[in-house]
């Protein structure tokens, strides 16, 4: 982590370095074009206007500077959520183990598990229910009905 704050101290320098090399090229610029058109500058109106771009500099630098640091802090935030997985949620295999509310409410109770038992152990191997729905029955405009077996047609 310290090599990160080490390296933008560097691009902050480099930035300051070519920031006072442009403002420099600027007033010399300045001060040419004031010797050329027999229109002096003042030393203060150099100085006035050197100071108004070093503000405007870092004012700039300081913005630039912000948004680094929020697009840091977001990224550093979003490698703790990612490294750290969801903090507040506890292991629990009760939970993958466990029933669901739904399935609690479909599962047969022990009464009903005995009578259902019971009524099989009454059938012969053959004599199981045989469930219909809609479109065995003919509705909805389906295929129509289920193909009956020859053995239980009583042919």
Known sequence: MQHVFLRAKVNEYKGQKEERK???GQIKELIKKSERNDY?????DVERRRDREIKDAREKRERREREERGKEEEAARLRGIRSAGVGHVTRDFGRLTGETAAAKARAWTSEELDDY????KGRSAHDKPVYFSGRDLGWGGGAGKRATPSWRQGV
């Open 117 to 120: 038992d019971s009524v099989k």
């Open 22 to 24: 442009e403002r420099d």
């Open 40 to 44: 002096k500058l003042s030393r203060e």
